[in-house]
Every structure is written in C-alpha cells, then in structure tokens.
C-alpha cells in the first residue's frame, strides 16, 4: 500500500529552527509537496521538490532524496505565525495525491 | 487572476438529511476539480476528482456523490447524512498533472 509518515506534533521555540520530517512508500513517484494549513483553514502550497536536493524559498527549505524516500522541511528563524500543521504529499504515478496526517508545529515564546 | 470559492462555510445537519456543497472557480479553464474531506486530526482523504464536465472519479464508496454541470462548478451531495459524514470539506482545483492544489474556504460539516 502507499503511505506517508510524519510526526503528529513538534514543538519549538520563537526565532529558532525546526526540521519536520517525511518518508514515503508509494507506486510511483511525481513529486512531493509541502502545505501549510493553519487551524480551520484550508491548505496552502509551501514547496514542491522532484528531483534530489534542497530548494530554499526565504525561511523555508524543503529536501528530497529519492532513493531514501524522504524528505524534510525546513523552518528558520521561527515566527509565532508558523504554527500551523504541516502536509506531506507525494504524487504518485497516476498523478494523484496521496497525503500525509500532517505535523502540528507549535510555536513557543 | 484565478479564484476558488466554496460555500456555505458552516452548516449542522441533522442525520437522514440532505447536502449540497458548491465549488465554483474562476479566471481557468478545464481545471481538475478535487472534493476532499478532513476528519479531526487526520490527512485529506480524497473523496472525488474530476477532469472535465460529466466526467467524476470516486476514490471511496460512500453515500457522497459529486457532480460538474458546468466545466467552473464542482457540486458534493448527499441523499441522506451519517454521523460520520462530519468533518471538513475542502474543494480544490489544479491545472491538469500538476500537483499543485489551490483550495477553497473550506465548509465545515457537523452532522447531529
């Protein structure tokens, strides 16, 4: 079966760095995918990685190796702002979207 | 510009009672349209997807079905809710093999 694994809650602190990480088992891969969603708010694009490596966008990253089946995002210089959770999602070869339950972040003072 | 939108925002149901939630996009053509449900704690389940008017695709056998009238308008219904239909009901477009989901507001579902 397929699957996508990320922790369910990473706590932090205000202006410091966390990694939330993602492995994935699917049929297929197109690319994977990292959404925002903040509490009772619908999802939105962070990153999109399909070949392996690091892509920086501001103060957040996202990485990808293939061959691993994972990835991790990355945020810097934490705002109280990032809590939100954080959506894994691989496409797989029949170009769906096959999601992850999400990463809470909390974001402490 | 384009724009997804999708209503109503809130609404409590009682059980054996019928659903209609509308998901209309704007400034796109022929874009694939998603209905996606999530429960409390959990991922985006994929309910439907659709690739152009008439054509709807059923990820998982329910009492939920969906329809396109129109190539913009993408429509959830339900003959009679569950209990387990609750939960949080996201419509979504995408240009076609792209992964990249734009998402509405979201309708929040509470079935009594």
């Known amino acids: 079966g397929q699957n996508i694994d990320q922790p369910t809650e990473m706590t932090a602190t205000e202006g410091a760095i966390v990694q939330i990480n993602c492995t994935y088992q699917?049929?297929?891969?197109?690319?994977l995918f990292w959404y925002q969603q903040h509490a009772g708010e619908a999802p939105t694009f962070l990153s999109y990685?399909?070949l392996d490596g690091l892509e920086e966008k501001g103060r957040f990253s996202s990485f990808l190796s293939r061959s691993k089946g994972y990835s991790y995002l990355l945020l810097k210089e934490l705002q109280m702002k990032d809590s939100a959770s954080y959506l894994c999602?691989?496409?797989?070869?029949?170009?769906?979207?096959?999601w992850g339950a999400g990463t809470k972040l909390i974001i402490k003072p | 510009s384009q724009t997804i939108h999708q209503w109503p925002a809130t609404l409590v149901q009682p059980v054996g009672s019928p659903l209609s939630l509308e998901c209309t996009v704007e400034?796109?053509?022929?874009?694939?349209l998603y209905w996606y449900r999530q429960a409390a704690g959990r991922g985006l389940q994929l309910l439907f997807y659709?690739?152009?008017?008439?054509?709807i695709s059923s990820e998982v056998p329910q009492n939920l079905s969906a329809s396109r009238p129109q190539d913009r308008q993408f429509i959830l219904s339900s003959k009679k809710l569950l209990l387990s239909d609750s939960g949080f009901y996201l419509c979504?477009?995408?240009?076609?093999?792209?992964?990249?989901?734009?998402f509405g507001e979201g309708s929040r579902l509470t079935v009594l």
């Open positions: 979504a477009w995408s240009v076609r093999d792209t992964g990249e989901l734009f």
């Open positions: 659709s690739v152009g008017i008439g054509q």
């Open positions: 999602a691989v496409m797989d070869s029949n170009y769906q979207l096959i």
């Open positions: 990685n399909v």
């Open positions: 699917t049929s297929g891969f197109n690319g």
């Open positions: 400034g796109t053509s022929n874009p694939n």
